[in-house]
């Protein structure tokens, strides 16, 4: 049964890290190396999270269903916003519905740039395929002047399909969410003024002593021995200072100096910390095994399928008049 099949999976990936681990001991670990800007972000450079809500036309009769006043409102409101004065007291339009539009704003994005913009139904319309976003503006929660930060249109793509008729009907995937790609143009850009102090701070993505003591050491090697500029605060956060050979008096010179000088830091590579980690699903029966991990001496049953894992030591000897030594040397041993 599916049970039993977890369990065998789990007793078989147990066996074969007890032979990846007896091999690992007998070599060394190789040590892994990656950039550092692969591994840490800018403390203050932030994607913005922005929100509008607005009105999808050309549904065919898969819109807010007939005599929903909050979508009657709506397109009252937006009506009055065109100079169209009109009572909806008998609207029962299905070709439209109100939806919620959403946006990611990446930190640098320039007035002008376009993005993808994502569409739900926040009624009770059941499928947006075939549907138009009306121009929607997007504004930033965090922002009490409520500005204008992306405006948001065009054609919804839903990445599925539905079809029924007489009590039948088919279904892939969700209808009611969609997206736009690049359907946002940027009217608001984020200002972010991190490179015009004279210190940034590294954010590790996943805060770790080691991995920081590894980045500041690989930094300030990279500088001259009179010159640390690299502070590590604490297990999740490196203060740098920029090195006098990056300063200028001239604003624009240093801003540009200061991104060439993260450039820099972001190219050099540092050893990171691999902790030891094993998840297990036991919904699927998968286990992820690092690499780090290691099994003692164990033995584990179930029904007539048994796995046990031990070990001992050998003494390897060198072959006479050789410049050999004598080591231990640990074998481990699987049976099933």
Known sequence: DKKMKKIISLLICISILAISSSQETRGQTQKLQVRIKDIVSLDGIYEAKLLGMGIVTGL?????????????????????????????????????????????????????????????????????????????????????????????????????????????????????????????????????????????TLVPYHADYTTVTQIVDGINENESENEKVAVAIDSGSIQVSIPTRYKDADPARYTNNVVRFVAEIGALKVEVDRPATVIVDERTGTVVIGSNV?????????????VTVGSEQEVSQPTPMSQGETFLLEETEVTV
Request: hydrophobic share 40%.
């Open 294 to 306: 290691t099994i003692s001496n164990t033995a584990v049953t179930h029904g007539g399928l048994t």
């Open 60 to 200: 065919n009769n898969t819109g807010d269903k007939q005599n929903n006043e909050v979508t009657q409102r709506f397109l009252e409101n937006m009506m009055r916003e065109m100079g169209i004065s009109i009572a909806l007291s008998r609207f029962e339009a299905k070709n439209m519905a109100v939806v919620t539009v959403t946006a990611t704003l990446p930190p640098f994005a320039k007035v002008g740039s376009q993005i993808d913009v994502q569409v739900e139904s926040f009624q009770n319309a059941t499928s947006l395929q075939g549907g138009t976003l009306l121009p929607t503006p997007l504004l930033h929660a965090l922002d009490p002047a409520k500005e204008v930060y992306l405006m948001a249109s065009g054609v919804i793509s839903i990445g599925g399909y539905g079809a029924g008729e007489s009590g039948s009907q088919v279904q892939k995937n969700h209808l009611t969410a969609g997206n736009i790609p690049n359907g946002g143009v940027v009217h608001k850009a984020m200002s972010m003024d991190v490179f015009q102090g004279e210190q940034i």
